[in-house]
């Protein structure tokens, strides 16, 4: 039966789809593969461990077929990616359910090295059983377990190097006052630098009247460095199985001169601990306990100050996007000769990189988190063969506190008022701000409380030789709370899955959820969810019996209903809890009141919503699992989903003669349909081990319905177009000169000039407004290709193995301050931006004319800043050698041992080139790094 | 089988504690028709909004400008005042102002609407 497939399976050596019998998918009793009726895909430790990542969800780029893994951040503590399953499919939240051993949970705590598995759960039949949070898919984290008689330590270090790549490159002083001048004569104003500031830029003989800073080179280091240390105590006796997991992370980031100060650093610094345990105990024969206990610290700090009094980090001050970006080199010296702080009234010296990440001191972030949880699994058989039950419960806390140990400094300038004979004859003083002892506020700013109950009755039962029945009933209750107003939800959930196997061949899964969640309207609190999944393993049937090639075939196919409490969510993507309630709210004042006074109005709020449903999705998946060759692992797989009663603004079906805002109604429908495939081929040409796979997803979606009011011009449609469409004007070059303009239709966004962007009449009313704005590109949001391929080889412990993923049919809007948009509220510019400029000579050029204020023609989503986001990178590679056996067997001690050096994302082949296509705005550079490490085994 | 024992006991009681119905937790509040009805300030209120909706018109539509500018006794002293929209040939269907615009139809949209919702 089964564990003759297995046998027949274990031949290849990493097979990724079918050695994985031990991997959860959420049931009481685990499945192989062989007999799964789902779309599932496995990614093993062995695979996705190659990147020395800081935690696990940065392992996963470009693993496990049908998931989306896409990078943003480059600043180490804050560096998380962003998750979807089959892309984006709905106007409202699309972030699938994270899962640690099966509970909801943060990962950015959990190391790659305690993950055993990580299950990506995709069609309906997958997901049933995890009501109203699964409708977006699942990411289960499965972390390691011990194992029965065995004892093994697991010791290893890496140290890895980052640096910045693709750092913005802004112009130097001398140019920086030349294309300001030329800005403000293009807009017809006076320039701001005289001939001989000019002079004096270009000759730097006054470095602190007219400096010259390169801030990118003088506030950021060349290098950061991590150090990731792992212990790991693995095994188990007769009737107990432990693991148990140190780790420690430390990074430290790239400011230049962090130790200018007495007793601190003022470095970018990460740190980590984590303590992992988890133990599963055999209490007697039929009673099995199982026990998770993580616990994690993590301390971050920065230069400058942080808001302790919110949880958003965007409002701090980055070095990155509110500095570096943004400082010209001919702002302000770093210091004036007394040794002051650099800063004038244009650019303050709150905005001097170099004093912010030397002279402010330093904040800090601690994160302390505990989860934990335990699971007690019953046998029943005496009351009936095959009957047995299980109770879980967990608890997890986290817990943020900021503290602000910054201070403030005195910055000043001279400025010099007037010139005689090219040298400057007068200057006045500029100072501000005043030097403040380091400050000491300090408060909880996140905080996070879960507990899980769960209960599962389950049998498990061979009826007879032919037929086998497996089923359970799983109750579910969940209380999660955030700090905060309206973030406390509770949910209940019931799920039948029944799965049925006949003769090991076919298989048939009905599952049926009834779900609750206290963030419904009363009345529609409740919601059942069935779902019916089939497969046919034809490798089984008599006529395949023989049949050299074909090892392991199947087909699979499920369809299901989803539901969920996903909520309205306002213009500002917040929430909308009330919804079905009219509410009324304080309106303005009238003089109504005795003796002219104001009298105080009341006014009837949103108008309660007249539908009670919930988004549902209705999930349609066929399959096909292959192991062919005896080397080769398929998997293929096509979906379509539609999902409907999606919760949209109705204010598009209602006339503004309503006089009121307009309900949420569960009025929208997206279509999403695509296919995903994994391969992976494993060979052994004589002493080479050879290992090769890829994964592919094509996802592709339509908006449907979303109430769209009527438009003008069908241009301006957007119903029928992909979710997170780009929109924006056709660029069709520039304006030559002043004939040019008179000849082309009116642009009515601002006075246009020579050397403007020239637009496209879309709608051929003869007028450019915002009425042309059409569909241009593909979704900023989530690309619809992503792909990934893999290659290695070993011989005789030495290899090599590289990972390479990739996105299609992404788009990017290039709008980042000073790089491609430079020169507005006094920001700098790039030396790419100043070389491809247009000038009257310049026709021919990549970006328009200069303008010195934000240019209401220009700077606005186009075709000219669209760029093709796609790429190819080049994830993990590395080079491994693992000591020889019979070399360690003399040592008595040591079991394994493991050198390896790695590069992480050391290739992009792309379109921006000036800037990551993956984190091209203003803020930290993605970084490269090379890792090398050692792991040994006792 | 002693520890077993405990173990069960303590779920079992855990079990018991969370069972209990939490669905209709909520942490918001909102003001509802019942809430409206209690004072005589707030139906005074509720009425007195319809008249928010009308130009109060003591310069505070048109950047300063009163309708008054709008008429030939009064120029307004700046001639990029929105009130000179009036006047200066920028009264557009696209620039409706207020007489005609969708501004003028509030109190009547309120009234009717505000009639529609709470009549039974």
Same mark, same amino acid.
């Given at each position: 039966?089964?564990?003759?497939?297995?046998?027949?399976?274990?031949?290849?050596?990493?097979?990724?789809?079918?050695?994985?019998?031990?991997?959860?998918?959420?049931?009481?009793?685990?499945?192989?593969?062989?007999?799964?009726?789902? /779309?599932?895909?496995?990614?093993?430790?062995?695979?996705?461990?190659?990147?020395?990542?800081?935690?696990?969800?940065?392992?996963?780029?470009?693993?496990?077929?049908?998931?989306?893994?896409?990078?943003?951040?480059?600043?180490?503590?804050?560096?998380?990616?962003?998750?979807?399953?089959?892309?984006?499919?709905?106007? /409202?939240?699309?972030?699938?359910?994270?899962?640690?051993?099966?509970?909801?949970?943060?990962? $950015?705590?959990?190391?790659?090295?305690?993950?055993?598995?990580? &299950?990506?759960?995709?069609?309906?039949?997958?997901?049933?059983?995890?009501?109203?949070?699964?409708?977006?898919?699942?990411?289960?984290?499965?972390?390691?377990?011990?194992?029965?008689?065995?004892?093994?330590?697991?010791?290893?270090?890496?140290?890895?190097?980052?640096?910045?790549?693709?750092?913005?490159?802004?112009?130097?002083?001398?140019?920086?006052?030349?294309?300001?001048?030329?800005? !403000?004569?293009?807009?017809?104003?006076?320039?701001?630098?005289?001939?001989?500031?000019?002079?004096?830029?270009?000759?730097?003989?006054?470095?602190?009247?007219?400096?010259?800073?390169?801030?990118?080179?003088?506030?950021?280091?060349?290098?950061?460095?991590?150090?990731?240390?792992?212990?790991?105590?693995?095994?188990?006796?007769?009737?107990?199985?432990?693991?148990?997991?140190?780790?420690?992370?430390?990074?430290?980031?790239?400011?230049? /001169?962090?130790?200018?100060?007495?007793?601190?650093?003022?470095?970018?610094?990460?740190?980590?601990?984590?303590?992992?345990?988890?133990?599963?105990? #055999?209490?007697?024969?039929?009673?099995?306990?199982?026990?998770?206990?993580?616990?994690?610290?993590?301390?971050?700090? %920065?230069?400058?100050?942080?808001?302790?009094?919110?949880?958003? *980090?965007?409002?701090? !001050?980055?070095?990155?996007?509110?500095?570096?970006?943004?400082?010209?080199?001919?702002?302000?010296?770093?210091?004036?000769?007394?040794?002051?702080?650099?800063?004038?009234?244009?650019?303050?010296?709150?905005?001097?990189?170099?004093?912010?990440?030397?002279?402010?001191?330093?904040?800090?972030?601690?994160?302390?988190?505990?989860?934990?949880?335990?699971?007690?699994?019953?046998?029943?058989?005496?009351?009936?063969?095959?009957?047995?039950?299980?109770?879980? &419960?967990?608890?997890?806390?986290?817990?943020?506190?900021?503290?602000?140990?910054?201070?403030?400094?005195?910055?000043?300038?001279?400025?010099?008022?007037?010139?005689?004979?090219?040298?400057?004859?007068?200057?006045?003083?500029?100072?501000?701000?005043?030097?403040?002892?380091?400050?000491?506020?300090?408060?909880?700013?996140?905080?996070?409380?879960?507990?899980?109950?769960?209960?599962?009755?389950?049998?498990?039962?061979?009826?007879?030789?032919?037929?086998?029945?497996?089923?359970?009933?799983?109750?579910?209750?969940?209380?999660?709370?955030?700090?905060?107003?309206?973030?406390?939800?509770?949910?209940?959930?019931?799920?039948?899955?029944?799965?049925?196997?006949?003769?090991?061949?076919?298989?048939?899964?009905?599952?049926?959820?009834?779900?609750?969640?206290?963030?419904?309207?009363?009345?529609?609190?409740?919601?059942?969810?069935?779902?019916?999944?089939?497969?046919?393993?034809?490798?089984?049937?008599?006529?395949?019996?023989?049949?050299?090639?074909?090892?392991?075939?199947?087909?699979?196919?499920?369809?299901?209903?989803?539901?969920?409490?996903?909520?309205?969510?306002?213009?500002?993507?917040?929430?909308?809890?009330?919804?079905?309630?009219?509410?009324?709210?304080?309106?303005?004042?009238?003089?109504?009141?005795?003796?002219?006074?104001?009298?105080?109005?009341?006014?009837?709020?949103?108008?309660?919503?007249?539908?009670?449903?919930?988004?549902?999705?209705?999930?349609?998946?066929?399959?096909?699992?292959?192991?062919?060759?005896?080397?080769? $692992?398929?998997?293929? #797989?096509?979906?379509?989903?539609?999902?409907?009663?999606?919760?949209?603004?109705?204010?598009?079906?209602?006339? /503004?003669?309503?006089?009121?805002?307009?309900?949420?109604?569960?009025?929208?429908?997206?279509?999403?349909?695509?296919?995903?495939?994994?391969?992976?081929?494993?060979?052994?040409?004589?002493?080479?081990?050879?290992?090769?796979?890829?994964?592919?997803?094509?996802?592709?979606?339509?908006?449907?319905?979303?109430?769209?009011?009527?438009?003008?011009?069908?241009?301006?449609?957007?119903?029928?177009?992909?979710?997170?469409?780009?929109?924006? !004007?056709?660029?069709?070059?520039?304006?030559? $000169?002043?004939?040019?303009?008179?000849?082309?239709?009116?642009?009515?966004?601002?006075?246009?000039?020579?050397?403007?962007?020239?637009?496209?009449?879309?709608?051929?009313?003869?007028?450019?407004?915002?009425?042309?704005?059409?569909?241009?590109?593909?979704?900023?949001?989530?690309?619809?290709?992503?792909?990934?391929?893999?290659?290695?080889?070993?011989?005789?412990?030495?290899?090599?193995?590289?990972?390479?993923?990739?996105?299609?049919?992404?788009?990017?809007?290039?709008?980042?301050?000073?790089?491609?948009?430079?020169?507005?509220?006094?920001?700098?510019?790039?030396?790419?931006?100043?070389?491809?400029?247009?000038?009257?000579?310049?026709?021919?050029?990549?970006?328009?004319?200069?303008?010195?204020? %934000?240019?209401?023609?220009?700077?606005? *989503?186009?075709?000219?800043?669209?760029?093709?986001?796609?790429?190819?990178? !080049?994830?993990?590679?590395?080079?491994?050698?693992?000591?020889?056996?019979?070399?360690?067997?003399?040592?008595?001690?040591?079991?394994?041992?493991?050198?390896?050096?790695?590069?992480?994302?050391?290739?992009?082949?792309?379109?921006?080139?000036?800037? #990551?296509?993956?984190?091209?705005?203003?803020?930290?550079?993605?970084?490269? %790094?090379?890792?090398?490490?050692?792991?040994?085994?006792? | 089988?002693?520890?077993?024992?405990?173990?069960?006991?303590?779920?079992?009681?855990? @079990?018991?504690?969370?069972?209990?119905?939490?669905?209709?937790?909520?942490?918001?509040?909102?003001?509802?028709?019942?809430?409206?009805?209690?004072?005589?300030?707030?139906?005074?209120?509720? @009425?007195?909004?319809?008249?928010?909706? @009308?130009?109060?018109?003591?310069?505070?539509?048109?950047?300063?400008?009163?309708?008054?500018?709008?008429?030939?006794?009064?120029?307004?002293?700046?001639?990029?005042?929105?009130?000179?929209?009036?006047?200066?040939?920028?009264?557009?269907?696209?620039?409706? @102002?207020?007489?005609?615009?969708?501004?003028?139809?509030?109190?009547?949209?309120?009234?009717?609407?505000?009639?529609?919702?709470?009549?039974?």
């Amino acid at each position: 039966m089964i564990p003759m497939v297995l046998a027949c399976l274990s031949v290849q050596v990493g097979a990724q789809e079918y050695n994985d019998s031990l991997a959860t998918t959420g049931y009481a009793k685990t499945q192989s593969a062989a007999e799964r009726t789902s /779309s599932v895909s496995i990614i093993k430790n062995e695979d996705f461990n190659k990147r020395s990542a800081k935690n696990i969800g940065n392992s996963l780029f470009g693993q496990g077929a049908g998931l989306m893994t896409l990078q943003g951040n480059g600043q180490y503590s804050n560096a998380e990616p962003t998750f979807y399953i089959r892309g984006l499919k709905t106007m /409202s939240k699309n972030n699938p359910l994270i899962l640690v051993d099966g509970i909801e949970r943060d990962i $950015d705590k959990i190391t790659s090295e305690e993950v055993e598995n990580v &299950i990506v759960l995709k069609d309906a039949a997958a997901v049933a059983i995890y009501g109203y949070k699964g409708i977006n898919g699942v990411i289960n984290i499965e972390t390691k377990r011990g194992k029965y008689r065995t004892k093994e330590v697991n010791v290893s270090y890496e140290h890895g190097f980052e640096w910045q790549a693709r750092k913005p490159q802004f112009v130097n002083s001398a140019t920086y006052a030349t294309a300001v001048n030329e800005a !403000l004569a293009n807009d017809g104003m006076l320039p701001r630098y005289s001939q001989d500031e000019l002079n004096a830029f270009n000759s730097g003989t006054l470095p602190y009247l007219y400096p010259n800073v390169n801030w990118v080179d003088e506030t950021m280091g060349e290098l950061a460095s991590t150090n990731i240390y792992n212990v790991s105590f693995r095994g188990g006796a007769d009737k107990f199985r432990y693991y148990a997991l140190g780790s420690l992370i430390n990074n430290k980031g790239f400011i230049g /001169s962090p130790n200018e100060n007495e007793g601190y650093s003022t470095q970018d610094q990460y740190s980590k601990a984590n303590l992992r345990m988890n133990l599963d105990i #055999d209490l007697t024969n039929n009673t099995k306990l199982k026990l998770n206990i993580l616990g994690s610290l993590m301390e971050t700090r %920065s230069p400058g100050a942080i808001d302790t009094n919110i949880d958003d *980090t965007s409002g701090d !001050l980055n070095i990155w996007s509110s500095m570096l970006y943004v400082l010209p080199s001919a702002a302000f010296p770093i210091k004036l000769e007394d040794g002051t702080w650099g800063g004038n009234s244009t650019w303050k010296g709150t905005l001097n990189p170099i004093a912010m990440s030397q002279g402010a001191a330093y904040s800090k972030q601690h994160e302390r988190s505990v989860f934990a949880d335990m699971t007690l699994i019953q046998n029943l058989s005496s009351i009936t063969p095959g009957l047995g039950a299980s109770v879980m &419960i967990s608890y997890d806390n986290t817990a943020l506190f900021r503290e602000n140990h910054s201070k403030t400094f005195v910055y000043g300038s001279d400025i010099v008022t007037s010139w005689e004979n090219g040298v400057p004859a007068t200057t006045t003083h500029f100072s501000e701000g005043k030097d403040s002892d380091m400050g000491s506020a300090a408060k909880v700013t996140t905080y996070k409380k879960a507990f899980n109950v769960s209960g599962t009755l389950y049998y498990d039962k061979a009826l007879n030789e032919d037929h086998h029945l497996y089923s359970q009933l799983k109750w579910d209750y969940e209380s999660r709370k955030f700090i905060g107003l309206n973030t406390t939800y509770y949910r209940y959930n019931t799920s039948l899955y029944t799965h049925y196997g006949y003769k090991d061949k076919m298989f048939a899964d009905l599952s049926i959820s009834a779900s609750a969640s206290n963030r419904m309207a009363p009345g529609s609190k409740w919601a059942i969810s069935p779902t019916l999944s089939l497969a046919w393993v034809i490798s089984k049937e008599d006529f395949m019996k023989d049949n050299e090639w074909i090892n392991f075939l199947k087909l699979r196919a499920s369809a299901g209903v989803i539901n969920s409490d996903q909520l309205p969510l306002d213009s500002n993507g917040n929430e909308v809890y009330n919804y079905f309630e009219q509410t009324y709210g304080g309106g303005s004042t009238y003089p109504l009141a005795p003796n002219d006074g104001l009298l105080g109005s009341y006014v009837l709020g949103r108008l309660a919503s007249p539908s009670l449903r919930h988004e549902k999705a209705y999930k349609y998946n066929i399959g096909v699992d292959a192991s062919l060759f005896n080397s080769l $692992d398929i998997t293929l #797989d096509g979906y379509y989903e539609r999902r409907s009663d999606i919760w949209v603004d109705s204010k598009g079906k209602y006339s /503004s003669i309503l006089g009121f805002d307009t309900p949420f109604e569960n009025a929208g429908i997206v279509d999403s349909w695509g296919v995903d495939f994994g391969a992976n081929y494993t060979k052994k040409i004589g002493e080479v081990k050879l290992n090769t796979g890829a994964n592919f997803l094509f996802a592709k979606n339509k908006i449907v319905e979303q109430l769209e009011e009527a438009r003008l011009y069908s241009n301006l449609v957007t119903t029928n177009d992909p979710l997170k469409q780009t929109y924006g !004007l056709q660029a069709i070059g520039f304006f030559k $000169d002043q004939a040019d303009i008179d000849n082309s239709p009116k642009q009515l966004f601002s006075d246009v000039k020579a050397g403007d962007i020239k637009y496209k009449d879309v709608n051929k009313d003869n007028v450019i407004d915002s009425n042309d704005k059409t569909a241009i590109g593909y979704s900023t949001t989530a690309p619809e290709i992503y792909y990934s391929f893999h290659l290695g080889a070993d011989w005789k412990g030495l290899g090599f193995d590289a990972m390479f993923q990739g996105t299609g049919r992404y788009s990017a809007v290039l709008n980042t301050k000073s790089l491609f948009w430079p020169l507005i509220n006094n920001t700098t510019i790039s030396q790419e931006y100043f070389d491809n400029r247009w000038t009257p000579e310049n026709q021919d050029a990549k970006y328009p004319r200069l303008s010195s204020q %934000s240019n209401d023609n220009n700077y606005q *989503t186009n075709t000219l800043w669209l760029a093709d986001r796609s790429f190819l990178k !080049l994830r993990s590679v590395e080079v491994y050698y693992k000591l020889p056996q019979c070399l360690l067997q003399k040592t008595k001690v040591v079991r394994n041992a493991k050198l390896y050096v790695r590069g992480i994302d050391l290739l992009c082949f792309d379109n921006v080139k000036v800037a #990551d296509p993956e984190c091209y705005g203003a803020g930290y550079p993605l970084t490269r %790094s090379v890792v090398a490490g050692v792991s040994i085994g006792f | 089988m002693k520890i077993n024992k405990i173990v069960i006991g303590g779920f079992t009681l855990l @079990l018991s504690i969370s069972a209990c119905d939490n669905l209709n937790y909520k942490e918001y509040t909102s003001q509802n028709e019942d809430y409206m009805k209690v004072t005589y300030e707030r139906v005074t209120g509720l @009425l007195n909004n319809v008249y928010t909706k @009308l130009d109060t018109d003591f310069g505070n539509n048109y950047s300063g400008g009163m309708l008054a500018s709008a008429c030939d006794e009064a120029d307004y002293a700046y001639a990029n005042n929105s009130v000179c929209d009036f006047t200066n040939g920028n009264w557009s269907p696209t620039n409706a @102002l207020s007489v005609l615009g969708p501004t003028a139809m509030k109190p009547f949209k309120y009234v009717m609407n505000t009639w529609l919702t709470t009549r039974d």
